[in-house]
């Protein structure tokens, strides 16, 4: 079950119609898991500064299960989310930082228990 928090000092008009959805559907594709399962948050209009500068930046937080626990597979899911990011939002690389976090079974609760047991 992957969680996508997209943050954004870019103010909610320039953040694309839709771009929750289709950071879903690019995040479900790009971690391999099935959409359903995926849930995305954008906070756009943050107070946000990265290296120092105010300039239009993002910080995406990828976490899930078994699937973002190794520089392998981070390197790769690092170089197609920043493939979407920057055609989504026109930002350079370097304004995007990504920070990955894997999650145990134990770690998710869903209908009245934690994912371990569904």
Request: aromatic share 6%; proline share 6%; net charge neutral.
């Amino acid at each position: 079950m992957p969680f996508v928090e997209l943050d954004t000092n870019l103010p909610a008009n320039r953040v694309p119609a839709g771009l929750e959805k289709r950071l879903c559907s690019a995040t479900a594709a790009i971690l391999g898991k099935p959409e359903e399962r995926v849930s995305v948050t954008v906070r756009p209009g943050l107070a946000m500064t990265l290296g120092g500068t105010a300039e239009p930046c993002v910080q995406l937080m990828v976490s899930s299960i078994g699937v973002v626990g190794t520089a392998e597979q981070n390197r790769e899911h690092s170089a197609r989310f920043f493939e979407f990011l920057t055609k989504e939002l026109a930002l350079g690389q370097d304004r995007i930082v990504i920070r990955f976090y894997p999650l145990d079974s134990w770690q998710i609760g869903k209908k009245g228990t934690v994912m371990t047991f569904l």
